[in-house]
C-alpha cells in the first residue's frame, strides 16, 4: 500500500539535510516502505466511537507561574559553541542552497 | 549573490493596477507577550540585555531539557482570542515546526498546528470613508495561536546586513523562547482600491487592542510587534470589489512580504506588492509565491526564499508539553477582565470632551489619547490639555521621529506638567502666551512648570498699582487716543492695552487693562 517514491526519500532527506548518494537513496526506499508498511497497520484498528487522543499522557495544563529563575551566564551557555564572536554563536552563512 | 536594497522590478501605476486588478489580503501578526519569563523556561524576557544572558538548557535546546507552559501567556492568549471575538479551544496542544535555521537552535519552533488556542474571531477597524468620517470594515480572524519567538542573527560580510550573501551569522538566543502570539487573519477582500489603508487600520487596531489588554508593549520598532503581509491580484470582475461575481473570482498567486516594522510600512508595502504584482501579471508573467523583503528606506520589496510549502515543515504534535485545556469557567472569568473595546472607548471620551471628528483624529494620530485622558483626570479641561499635548510637545516627538508617549516618557514630561501649566493659566498667573514660554522650559529641561515660570520671572503683573501706573502712564503720553475712547470709541483702547502690554514686559493681565483704561476714561 506504499506510495513512496524515491523522489519523496530524495526530497525528506533534503529537509533533514542528509546526504544520501544513489545507492542509499535506492535502498532507503525500499527500507522507509517496510517501516510504514508496518505502520500502517494502526489503520486496521477500529476506532468507531473512540475520541481522537491529542497526546498519550492522561495529564492537561502542567504549567508554571510566570516567575523567573537563573538561566547559564553567557559564558556557559556558549562553552559548546564550535566558534563565538562578540558574545555571539558564530555559524555558517544560511540560505546559500535557496 | 548578493541582495541589494534596489529592485528593478517594474511596478505599474498604482491607479491602474486597481482599475485591473482585485487585491487580496492576508495578514500575520506575531505579537510577544509582556510575560517576564519565556514560553516554556524561566528565562527572563527584558529587551536589550548582553547577547546569550537569558538562556538556559531549555531555550538553548540542550538535550534533557524539559519546557513548562507559562500559565501567564496563556491566560494572555485567551484573553486576546476572547478580545478578537474568537472561539477558545476547549483543547489544543503544540506541535513542533520542524526546520533548519540557526535562530532556533532545537532545529524545530514550538507551535501549535492543527489545534490552536483559538479561532475563528474578527475585529473591526475603522477606515476613513473620503468625506470626512469613518467607517467600519470588519477583518476575519482565522486564529490566534501560541508560540515562540526565535532568536536574532546579525548576518555580517556580504553586501548588506541582509540573508543572502552574509558570511557568516552570530546568532543571540535571548529572544529565543520569549511567547509570541500568532493572529492570522482569513483571506481581506473586498477592500478594492483601499486595502493597503485597510492593512495598516487592522495592525494600528490590533496594536491598541494589544495595548489596552495589556499583554504586550507592542513596539513595532523593537519587534515586539511585526506584521508579515500577504498579497494577491485576482482579476477584476462584477460591478465592485464587493461584487458577488468578484468574490468568486479564484484568489491569485500570493506572495508574502516580511520586516514590516511600521504602520506606515504595512500601508507602503501592501501598495507596492499590488502594484509589483500587477506589472507582472499584465505583462503575461506569473507570481511566484515566495517571501519577499521589506526595503524601509528604498520603499520596495525583493525576492526572499522561496516559501515552503507547509509539510515541509514536518509540523508533528510535541511530545514534551502536555494538551491545554481551558475550562469553560476559567475562560468566562477571563472574559471578565477584558477592556473597553479601543474604538468604543474612543467614542465615549470623544462625546466626554467634546471633541469634534477632526480634533479626536488629530488626537489619536498623534497618539495622545492616554496623555490626554490623564491629564483631564488631574484637573484640566479637555480642550486645554488637547491644545498642549497637541502642541510643542507633538511637534518635538515629530522632529525627533519620535511617538508623543515614548518622547514625553524619555523627557519625563508628564500630564501632570500639563495640568500644572494648564493650572497656572486658569489661576491667571500665566497668559497664554507665558504659557508657551514655561512649556517651552520644560520641554528643555528646566524644571517643572512652576519652577520653570519662578526662574524665568514669568507672572502676570496682579499688583493693581503697578497696572495702575502704566494704565495712567500710556493714557498721558496718548492724549488723541485718550480723547478718542472719551468720545465713545470704545475699541480704540485697543491701541492702548498693546502700550500696557509693551511697559509692563508682556505680563499684564490684558483684560484687566482694558477695564481699568475704560474705567479712567469713561
Known amino acids: ?40 497497520k494502526v489503520q486496521q484498528a477500529p476506532i468507531d466511537g473512540v475520541a481522537p487522543m ?45 | 549573490m ?18 485591473r486588478f482585485d487585491p487580496v489580503m492576508g495578514l500575520e501578526v506575531h505579537v510577544e507577550l509582556n510575560t517576564a519569563t519565556k514560553m516554556f523556561c524561566g528565562c527572563a524576557t527584558a529587551f536589550g540585555a548582553p547577547p546569550n544572558s537569558q538562556v538556559c538548557p531549555v531555550c538553548l535546546g540542550l538535550p534533557g531539557a524539559l519546557p513548562v507552559v507559562n500559565a501567564t501567556a496563556v491566560e494572555s492568549a485567551i484573553r486576546i482570542g476572547l478580545a478578537l471575538h474568537c472561539e477558545i479551544a476547549p483543547w489544543c496542544r503544540f506541535a513542533r515546526k520542524n526546520y533548519f535555521y540557526p535562530d532556533m537552535p532545537k532545529n524545530f519552533q514550538t507551535s501549535q498546528y492543527d489545534e490552536p488556542i483559538s479561532f475563528d474571531g474578527w475585529l473591526d477597524v475603522e477606515v476613513e470613508d473620503g468625506a470626512g468620517g469613518t467607517e467600519i470594515f470588519r477583518v476575519e480572524i482565522e486564529r490566534a495561536h501560541m508560540e515562540e519567538d526565535t532568536g536574532k542573527s ?81 482579476v477584476r470582475a462584477g460591478d465592485g470589489p464587493t461584487s458577488a461575481a468578484q468574490l468568486d473570482v479564484p484568489l491569485g498567486t500570493r506572495t508574502e512580504t516580511k520586516n514590516v516594522n511600521s504602520l506606515r510600512s504595512v500601508e507602503r508595502a501592501v501598495r507596492y506588492e499590488i502594484a509589483r504584482h500587477a506589472a507582472v501579471l499584465a505583462g503575461g508573467g506569473s507570481i511566484l509565491q515566495e517571501t519577499r523583503h ?51 472607548r474612543r467614542r465615549r471620551l470623544q462625546t466626554d470632551w467634546g471633541y469634534s471628528d477632526l480634533e479626536m483624529r488629530d488626537v ?49 514630561f508628564a500630564p501632570a506638567d500639563v495640568a500644572a ?58 492724549p488723541d487716543v485718550a480723547d478718542k475712547i472719551r468720545g465713545g470709541k470704545a475699541q480704540a483702547a485697543g491701541a492702548l492695552i498693546g502700550q500696557v502690554m509693551k511697559a509692563t514686559k508682556g505680563q499684564a ?14
Open chain 1, 1 to 40: 500500500m506504499s506510495s513512496l517514491t524515491r523522489d519523496d526519500v530524495a526530497h525528506l532527506a533534503m529537509l533533514a539535510r542528509i546526504d544520501l548518494d544513489d545507492a542509499e537513496l535506492d535502498r532507503m526506499v525500499g527500507e522507509l516502505d517496510v517501516i510504514l508498511g508496518a505502520v500502517a
Open chain 1, 54 to 98: 491529542s497526546h498519550p499522557l492522561p495529564l492537561t495544563n502542567v504549567t508554571r507561574p510566570d516567575v523567573l529563575r537563573a538561566g547559564l551566564t553567557p559564558a556557559e551557555a556558549l562553552s559548546g559553541a564550535p566558534e563565538v564572536h562578540e558574545q555571539r554563536f558564530s555559524v555558517p552563512r544560511i540560505l546559500t542552497e535557496d
Open chain 2, 2 to 19: 548578493t541582495t541589494t536594497s534596489t529592485s528593478t522590478d517594474e511596478v505599474m501605476d498604482y491607479d491602474e493596477a486597481i482599475a
Open chain 2, 154 to 234: 546579525l548576518h555580517i560580510g556580504g553586501a548588506t546586513g541582509r540573508i543572502q550573501g552574509a558570511d557568516y551569522s552570530l546568532v543571540d538566543y535571548n529572544r529565543a523562547g520569549i511567547p509570541l502570539i500568532e493572529i492570522v487573519t482569513k483571506p481581506i477582500a473586498g477592500a478594492g482600491e483601499r486595502a493597503p489603508e485597510v492593512a495598516r487600520a487592522y495592525v494600528s487596531a490590533l496594536r491598541d487592542l494589544m495595548r489596552a489588554l495589556d499583554v504586550s508593549d507592542v513596539k513595532m520598532e523593537q519587534g515586539s510587534m511585526r506584521c508579515d503581509a500577504n498579497v494577491s491580484l485576482r
Open chain 2, 294 to 344: 521589506w526595503h524601509e528606506d528604498t520603499g520596495v520589496t525583493t525576492s526572499g526564499r522561496e516559501k515552503s510549502d507547509a509539510e515541509d515543515y514536518r509540523y508533528f504534535p510535541e511530545p514534551d508539553l502536555v494538551p491545554v485545556a481551558p475550562s469553560r469557567e476559567r475562560v468566562e472569568a477571563l472574559r471578565q477582565t477584558l477592556p473597553e473595546p479601543p474604538a468604543e
Open chain 2, 364 to 412: 489619536v494620530n498623534a497618539g495622545a489619547l492616554e496623555l490626554i485622558e490623564q491629564t483631564v483626570a488631574l484637573g484640566a479641561s479637555a480642550q486645554a490639555a488637547r491644545k498642549w499635548w497637541l502642541g510643542e510637545p507633538s511637534r518635538r516627538a515629530n522632529g525627533a521621529a519620535q511617538d508623543l508617549v515614548a518622547y514625553a516618557a524619555q523627557l519625563g
Open chain 2, 421 to 478: 501649566l494648564e493650572g497656572m493659566v486658569v489661576a491667571g498667573r500665566l497668559n497664554d502666551s507665558m504659557a508657551r514660554q514655561v512649556l517651552d522650559g520644560v520641554l528643555d529641561g528646566e524644571g517643572h512648570p512652576v519652577q520653570v515660570a519662578d526662574a524665568r520671572g514669568l507672572e502676570l503683573v496682579q499688583d493693581d498699582a503697578a497696572l495702575e501706573a502704566a494704565v495712567e502712564q500710556v493714557i498721558a503720553a496718548n
Open chain 2, 509 to 522: 493681565d490684558a483684560g484687566k487693562a482694558r477695564e481699568l483704561i475704560l474705567a479712567k476714561l469713561q
